[in-house]
């Protein structure tokens, strides 16, 4: 059993405050695939793991993992393995989101295409159709036009994750990411829980930046992806 929900953060969310969320087969549980790509294993999975992945996925899907299990069998594809980290926001210095020269904009379906197109211009990880369901998303406009964003996305008990950090590369450099992880921090604190982030190993220069803003790092992990034996 897992002494923290962040161990396994997947299945905590999924058996924890995002439970409306979770579709299950057996012993798996997942997001709907236009919410989240993320599956989750139980801690202590036995031998049917497997074939409950394949079932709820279905034959030729791709399927990810955050920590999950060990080398898929015999049929399966291993696509991608992303070394990451997984950091602890116990000590982000929390604040309200101000204008300035911005707008600041509460985020919500309608902003979907618009936060598509951001996310498609800088790769902050994976954003889907319906991922803004999962929490607070907060951004800043400059003339009408949205330049930054983040929010929540995994959501452990006591614990919101901090995802989809980005900013428009023309807008680069003037400190709005800093400023959103401490504005969708705040509200975070608020609630009584306590933020967290995931980053890629390689992404140093946003792993600075949340250790500038009092992150630290917990552990290290793997993202992976694999894809079920079959044609879709």
Known sequence: M???????????ALTGPH????????????????????????????EHLWQDIADLAGPGATVVTVGGPAAPPEGWTRLQDIPGVQMDGSGL??????????????????????????VAKTQPGPFLARTVLLGAYLGLRYEGALVAMAGERL???????????????????????????????AGIRDRGETPFLHAAASNVHAIRLYETLGFRLRRELVFSAVRVPGES
């Open 155 to 185: 959501h452990p008990p006591g614990w919101t994750e901090i995802s989809a950090v980005c900013t428009d590369p023309a807008f680069r450099g003037r400190g709005l990411a800093a400023r959103l992880v401490r504005a969708v921090g």
């Open 19 to 46: 439970a409306d969320f979770a579709e299950q087969k057996g012993q798996v549980l997942r997001y709907p695939v236009d919410v989240s790509p993320f599956l989750a294993v139980p801690d202590a999975p036995d």
């Open 2 to 12: 897992s002494s923290s929900p962040l161990d396994n953060p997947v299945w905590a």
């Open 93 to 118: 210095v929390t604040e309200a989101l101000t204008a300035g020269e911005f707008t600041v904009a509460r985020l919500g379906e309608a902003d979907v295409p618009e936060m598509l197109e951001l």
